[in-house]
Nanobody, 125 residues
Framework: QVQLVESGGGLVQPGGSLRLSCAAS????????IGWFRQAPGKEREGVSC????????VYADTVKGRFTISRDNAKNTVYLQMNSLKPEDTAVYYC??????????????????WGQGTQVTVSS
């Protein structure tokens, strides 16, 4: 059974950092494309970053480029999202998701089969 569990969210001041983790069980994570998405109240879920299964290439939304870094630890079967220089507009529930079919990742929500439960990130002074 495929399961994804996010952790690492919390309350942080503007300019601060957090590292989110997405721990996978029931499958080998490096065979899947993994995406990080977020959803703020009243807004649609949006893609933040993803890492492809084929070659480990990464994609970032323009709003987080240069501040966020996605990485994968195959030994721990975990994907991380390092978030630096956080802004109040980064406040949202963050989800990780797995795509079992495609070689290269995207921000299309419908391409992801399995989702974690989400972790809250709040950036506020």
């Amino acid at each position: 059974q495929v399961q994804l569990v996010e952790s690492g969210g919390g309350l942080v001041q503007p300019g601060g950092s957090l590292r989110l983790s997405c721990a996978a069980s029931g499958f080998t994570l490096d065979s899947y494309g993994i995406g990080w998405f977020r959803q703020a109240p009243g807004k649609e879920r949006e893609g933040v970053s993803c890492i492809s299964s084929y070659d480990g290439s990464t994609v970032y939304a323009d709003t987080v480029k240069g501040r966020f870094t996605i990485s994968r630890d195959n030994a721990k079967n975990t994907v991380y999202l390092q978030m630096n220089s956080l802004k109040p507009e980064d406040t949202a529930v963050y989800y990780c998701a797995a795509d079992s079919l495609r070689d290269f990742c995207s921000f299309y929500v419908y391409e992801y089969d399995d989702w974690g439960q989400g972790t809250q990130v709040t950036v506020s002074s």
